[in-house]
């Protein structure tokens, strides 16, 4: 006979407990992320855990139906979706109960997001995302802000080695409907031949996806690949890419030697939403974005849409790897301690742990010290 996952206590694939200390060093750099954004004037948002499918898919223009972890309401009888992200629940309060709030609004969320399916390189499903949201506009002010609010984030929580991967997740839409005309299908094999970066098989395609083989080239470190993607939109004798590359030079220019900056132009996972700019940001000894961001547009319930630009972090790989923990004093109150005095010590910062009876021992209970009369004492 099989054991009950009730007693095994088995977790599904992809989620997992956190213990302590990590537990704490999750809430603590959260709050550090979340009092940075609130430092530049971000107000928070706690939208629920799961709502109806229909209002976490359609609220972004370009959102596709995505992965959701679905469940049909008994209440209801309809379908509820757990967010896989959380801008769409940003998007859809900016939208609703705040629409007649002075714009831009500036939106901060910090919580608990799920994803289907795990991938490779993150085998977790649930995943800590934390965030904010620039509603009503996604002028290249609005971009300078949000990337280097996401860069202040990470640098207050002590993450250093930060590269920003710049993109364009429209360019393929926009040169297709314009300089290098492209079918539909044909836009399809473009794409995932410049996914794949196979120059070959892109060629192979036909004339006008081969014309899309310089943006191969356009990619790598930033001011190098950003003058050949200007050599690219000189080629095209169109300018139409001019304004976006004027555009992402004024955005990384107020960024601090410090960061590493790359373009990557055609890169496209991840920007399921995002319309003429995006970002990925990476960090030294970390495999994958640990953020992402860009421009998107919120659907209005009159049809209409609201620019809106945002950043996403997503900080559990920095909490396995340490950041977020704060040191602790952890003080062992033997039976009879004066609680006075106990009550000061916490005061001052220490953490307390009282015996509760003779058999408690505060080195196993993970204290460092003990009240011993009035001080404090190592063991
Ligand atoms: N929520 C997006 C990133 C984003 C925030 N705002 C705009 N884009 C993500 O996690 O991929």
Aim: charged share 20%; hydrophobic share 45%; with cysteine.
């Amino acid at each position: 006979m099989t054991t009950p996952n009730a007693i095994t206590g088995l977790l599904p694939e992809g989620l997992s407990d956190r213990l302590p200390p990590a537990a704490e060093a999750s809430a603590h750099l959260a709050r550090s992320v979340l009092d940075t954004v609130a430092a530049h004037g971000y107000a928070r948002v706690m939208p629920p855990i799961a709502e109806f499918e229909e209002t976490l898919t359609q609220r972004l223009k370009s959102a596709r139906a995505q992965d959701l972890l679905r469940a049909v309401d008994p209440l209801s009888q309809r379908t509820l979706a757990i967010r896989p992200d959380m801008t769409a629940q940003v998007g859809r309060i900016a939208a609703t109960r705040l629409a007649a709030a002075a714009r831009p609004l500036r939106l901060s969320y910090g919580g608990p997001v799920l994803k289907l399916r795990a991938n490779q390189l993150r085998p977790e499903r649930e995943q800590l995302q934390v965030g904010a949201e620039l509603i009503g506009t996604d002028s290249v002010a609005a971009a300078v802000e949000i990337v280097n609010v996401a860069i202040e984030a990470l640098q207050a929580a002590g993450v250093t080695g930060i590269t920003i991967d710049f993109t364009l997740p429209d360019l393929i839409d926009t040169l297709a409907a314009g300089p290098m005309p492209l079918s539909d299908t044909e836009r399809e094999a473009v794409r995932s031949e410049l996914d794949a970066k196979d120059a070959g098989a892109l060629v192979a395609l036909g004339t006008g996806p081969a014309a899309y083989l310089p943006l191969i080239e356009a990619a790598g470190p930033f001011h190098a690949a950003m003058d050949r993607l200007e050599a690219i939109d000189a080629a095209t004798g169109d300018g139409q890419l001019a304004s976006r590359i004027a555009a992402l030079r004024a955005i990384a220019k107020p960024i601090g030697w410090d960061i590493t900056l790359t373009l990557d132009p055609t890169e496209r996972h991840g920007f399921e939403y995002q319309s003429w700019f995006g970002f990925s940001i990476f960090a030294e000894g970390f495999v994958g974005e640990i953020g992402r961001g860009g421009s998107y547009a919120i659907l209005r319930s009159d049809g209409s849409e609201e620019p809106a630009i945002g950043f996403s972090l997503y900080p559990d790989p920095l909490i396995d790897a340490g950041f977020g923990a704060m040191p602790v004093r952890r003080l062992f109150l033997p039976l009879g301690h004066d609680a006075a005095r106990a009550k000061a010590l916490r005061a001052e910062g220490w953490r307390t742990v009282a015996a509760l009876s003779d058999a408690d021992d505060g080195a196993a209970l993970g204290c460092s010290h003990w009240l011993d009369g009035d001080a404090a004492r190592g063991y």
